[in-house]
């Protein structure tokens, strides 16, 4: 799966306000179309998974992951904060961009690690930093995945 | 707010399957060669007890039983279906019709149901 198919309008935030972890998680799910109670199983599960050891892998990237029985399939969400957040990341530098990806405990197609892998290999492409800093629009950013 | 049991077996069945991924070598390999750390892995167990002692010890005795039978106690319900054997429930069922939150057994195989918007 390509991961262009993933990403549309209504999941893409160029403008995160949110200005703690927690927040962001929140405001990353808030994108997805879920119930209020889903959204609130959801990020306890987030939260569960960032203990374990955090998800931002550094250079800016953030990638909150988790599986849950909330969704019925694969959900993903981009988001950018221009002055970026603590998350714990492994360089210690705040992080700027949040791919979300949450997946049922169960996939037929099983989407879940290789898309992962994905989003973790787009975030080590040279200098997509800066191009998903001087992003304007939601538009800029699906045409620069589609690229991917 | 206190959180219903049906919720709680849910995040308890997402807990166990987050703990059986993390003690996958395979799948923690490449988590790791992503970039992942996954350096507090012993917390999933605290996590794990901390739901368990909020579950109602004879429901949880219950999902234990059909944990030894299937390696998801929990199915989804869609279209009045149970998605763990595939076989309709009955249409009186309160989860077919209204509530969500309730905690029912699929009569054919004896999961535990919840559903999905």
Request: proline letters at 4%; one cysteine or more.
């Amino acid at each position: 799966m390509d991961l262009k198919e993933l990403f549309d309008h209504y999941n893409v935030s160029l403008d995160l306000k949110a200005n703690n972890k927690d927040d962001i998680l929140l405001e990353l799910i808030g994108l997805l179309k879920l119930e209020e109670k889903a959204k609130e199983m959801l990020f306890k599960m987030l939260k569960k998974r960032e203990n374990l050891g955090s998800t931002g892998i550094g250079k800016g990237f953030a990638i909150p992951h988790c599986r849950s029985l909330v969704v019925d399939k694969l959900n993903v969400a981009f988001g950018r904060h221009r002055q970026g957040v603590d998350f714990n990341s492994i360089d210690g530098k705040p992080a700027q961009f949040f791919f979300l990806i949450v997946a049922p405990p169960i996939e037929i197609s099983n989407y879940y690690l290789p898309v992962l892998g994905k989003v973790a290999q787009f975030c080590k492409t040279p200098d997509i930093d800066s191009k998903l800093q001087k992003l304007g629009k939601v538009e800029d950013f699906l045409e620069l995945i589609n690229k991917a | 707010m206190k959180e219903s049991q049906l919720r709680l077996l849910m995040f308890l069945q997402d807990l166990l399957c987050l703990k059986k991924e993390i003690q996958d070598f395979q799948v923690v390999e490449k988590y790791e060669e992503m970039g992942f750390a996954l350096d507090k892995k012993e917390r999933i167990e605290e996590a794990i007890k901390e739901v368990t002692e909020q579950l109602d010890p004879v429901l949880y005795q219950r999902f234990l039983r059909i944990s030894k039978k299937y390696d998801r106690p929990l199915a989804p319900l869609k279209n009045g279906v149970c998605y763990g054997c595939f076989v309709s429930a009955p249409t009186g069922s309160k989860l077919v019709t209204q509530a969500k939150d309730v905690i029912e057994f699929c009569n054919y195989c004896g999961r535990i149901m919840y559903r999905i918007s």
